[in-house]
């Protein structure tokens, strides 16, 4: 059988392609692991975060919002962007960053941080407000998107490494790790980390998607944390925490180089992320319960990658979201669906740019100056 698509990678953004592809086509589905989601979706510490990932992804971000909450995925959270005095300009920089992208934000007074977050250190002094921030229910949305695919006839394909991309008879022959062989008229890379590796492998060449580290501890502190912290962010950059049955939720934000792996905390980064907390509260930390580690891959522009690569039309890319990709899955997974069917937008992707996130944007040349 020529399946229309061949999606490789199962986690959010595979499987809510998936789920828009499939009242259309028919669609193949293959996960390389034992289950979909063991790799950045299955270790998203996910918010929706209305700024979050910059000005280019807002978009997707505000179209994703109304979905996530008709379908229940989100739990009001709010978030604050934190900093001392010498970070009044940082702030600044951030709400004229986001003027005009429909984004609620505003400053809030020292009195009414402290009383937002306690334990803060009277130094952290400034901080803006962006109430609509929400926690996602990362694994519901995904399970979400496979029974929907599943509905619509997807076939899913577990321990189904993908180890050979080659075209054959005007389809594509995919071989699997363990001599399994599917075909399909065209592959959507949905993979990840592993984006250029796949890329490599089909002789399409590779845009620059890098897998970066983020480590996450959960840290039990005394007293417990409070339900109703909002999402806590540093404006620089240097760490966020939130809450969780009481515990908290912490990450030093980092962002460290990585070859695709199972990615694994390093005790460094741990420490490190001790360390800014404690520079922020004088909450007692009485143990790290857990720590774990995840990869964000990013494109050198830090946007993600939409559409059919622009010199071998049937093979597309879905990658690059970074951080970013839970709270845009919807809309993300929505427009690039649309494109390769050809089909035109809808209410969800109308305010949507998909120039923006073409993969042509990277193999563009620049013409020769004139002598």
Not at 47 to 74: C, D, K, M, N, Q
């Amino acid at each position: 059988m020529i399946h229309d698509f061949a999606i490789i990678g199962a986690g959010m953004a595979g499987a809510s392609i998936a789920a828009e592809l499939a009242p259309h086509a028919s669609v193949l589905l293959l996960e390389a692991e034992d289950a979909p989601g063991y790799h950045a979706t299955g270790r998203s510490a996910a918010f929706w975060e209305e700024s979050y990932g910059g000005p280019g992804v807002v978009p997707l971000t505000l179209a994703s919002g109304a979905y996530l909450g008709e379908h229940g995925f989100l739990t009001p959270r709010g978030a604050l962007y934190v900093g001392r005095a010498e970070d009044r300009a940082a702030m600044d920089r951030h709400v004229e960053t986001f003027a005009g992208a429909g984004i609620a934000i505003h400053r809030i007074s020292p009195t009414d941080l402290a009383a937002k977050v306690p334990h803060i250190r009277p130094d952290w002094s400034e901080a803006l407000h962006q109430p609509a921030c929400a926690d996602i229910d990362v694994a519901g949305l995904h399970q979400h998107y496979l029974a929907a695919a599943r509905r619509h006839g997807v076939t899913i394909a577990c321990r189904a490494r993908v180890s050979g991309l080659a075209r054959q008879g005007g389809a594509w022959a995919i071989t699997g790790a363990h001599g399994e062989t599917w075909r399909a008229a065209t592959v959507i890379n949905a993979s990840g980390a592993w984006a250029d590796d796949v890329a490599h492998m089909a002789g399409v060449r590779p845009v620059g998607i890098n897998p970066l580290r983020r480590t996450v501890a959960v840290l039990r502190v005394e007293p417990q944390a409070p339900a109703d912290l909002p999402l806590v962010l540093d404006i620089k950059g240097g760490f966020y925490f939130k809450p969780d049955a009481g515990r908290l939720w912490l990450s030093p934000h980092d962002e460290i180089p990585s070859e695709p792996c199972d990615a694994a905390p390093e005790e460094w980064d741990v420490a490190v992320a001790i360390d800014r907390f404690q520079s922020v509260t004088d909450w007692r930390i009485a143990a790290v319960e857990r720590r774990w580690a995840g990869l964000r891959s990013f494109a050198p522009d830090r946007l993600p990658v939409y559409g059919r690569d622009p010199d071998e039309g049937s093979f597309v890319w879905f990658a690059g979201q970074g951080g970013f990709g839970i709270q845009t899955a919807p809309a993300a997974a929505r427009l690039a669906a649309q494109l390769v069917l050809g089909q035109g937008r809808d209410a969800m992707t109308a305010p949507i740019d998909p120039a923006a996130y073409t993969p042509a944007r990277f193999h563009r040349v620049s013409a020769p100056q004139s002598a």
